[in-house]
């Protein structure tokens, strides 16, 4: 094999790295095929919210303090197929 042909080779494997990278690959549910909507079931979770009360005592949401303990599952919406496998990737995608 030329030196030529080797960097050829090297060009095309390069190429077809940078498409895996870039293209988006979105969430389907193999059962129904639901791309819009999905549940996030967290198990065990403690729910803090602080507050802060104002001067005339109505009272303000400040932050949500949250703490999962348990497993967090990951549902389709429509059929509620187990997608936990998926979740990752949900959470790459969450914005
Ligand atoms: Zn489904």
């Known amino acids: 094999m030329s030196y030529s042909d080797a960097s050829k080779l090297n060009n095309k494997k390069t190429r077809s790295k940078v498409v895996t990278l870039t293209s988006t690959q979105r969430i389907n549910c193999p059962e129904c095929g639901n791309n819009k909507e999905f549940l996030e079931v967290s198990d065990g979770v403690i729910l803090t919210t602080r507050f802060i009360q104002n001067n005339d005592g109505s009272f303000s949401q400040e932050l949500d303090d949250s703490?999962?303990?348990?497993?967090?599952?990951?549902?389709c919406g429509d059929c509620g197929a187990d997608l936990t496998h998926f979740h990752k990737r949900f959470l790459e995608m969450l914005f």
Request: avoid cysteine; hydrophobic fraction near 45%; charged fraction near 10%.
């Open 67 to 75: 703490q999962v303990l348990g497993q967090v599952k990951f549902y």
